[in-house]
């Protein structure tokens, strides 16, 4: 079977639940496409692999997997993946325990979806961002972070008005 068709039948297995299944067929996809050359799909295989991990909790195997992805979407120039596997592993370093590991991917992988023009995945990430901060107990870091995202987006005018009142009220805006 070549990549593509395990990398096909990996997605199937993921999308209908059958995690463990799926994590040994991107790992058989993603060996399939280093051995073709496939620098690129492979680190798109093992991205999704991360993430397969992550669902099963077995958070340093997901660190890996992102940590390669994020490598060789970054050598390949590839800003969007790498802030895709950036904000992925930020998920794992988040659910793990490390916070301020989180914070920082989290920020990167934004930054990133910024700069590539992906205005709806950066959105989505400062999002995720703010609704750990919400967790963690940090209030105003949350809303400053909810309105960056919302400042994105465009529109919700009257949403960010609105948040804009306590960030005025702490200083945080002028």
């Known amino acids: 079977m070549d990549a593509e068709t395990q990398y096909a039948e990996a997605k199937r297995l993921y999308e209908a639940g059958q995690t463990v299944d799926a994590v040994s067929a991107l790992e058989r996809a993603r060996a ?42 970054e050598q390949s120039g590839d800003a ?14 988040n659910r793990s325990g490390d916070k301020a590991g989180a914070e920082t991917h989290y920020a ?41 995202a919302l400042g994105i987006k465009g529109g919700a005018r009257a949403l960010r008005a609105f948040l804009q009142i306590p960030l005025r009220m702490l200083g945080a805006r002028s």
Not at 82 to 91: C, H, S, V
Not at 111 to 140: K, N, P
């Open 32 to 73: 399939a496409y280093l051995a073709e050359g496939n620098a690129a799909q492979a680190a798109r295989a093992a991205n999704d692999l991360g993430v397969a991990y992550y669902r099963l909790g077995r958070w340093e195997e997901a660190r890996r997997a992102l940590q390669d992805a994020r490598a060789t979407f």
């Open 80 to 93: 969007v993946g790498e802030a895709k596997a950036i904000g992925n592993l930020a998920q794992v370093l």
């Open 108 to 148: 990167r992988a934004a930054a990133l979806f910024q700069q590539a023009g992906e205005r709806g995945l950066a959105f989505d990430t400062l999002r995720a961002w703010s609704h750990m901060q919400l967790q963690r107990g940090h209030w105003l870091e949350a809303l400053a972070t909810y309105d960056r």
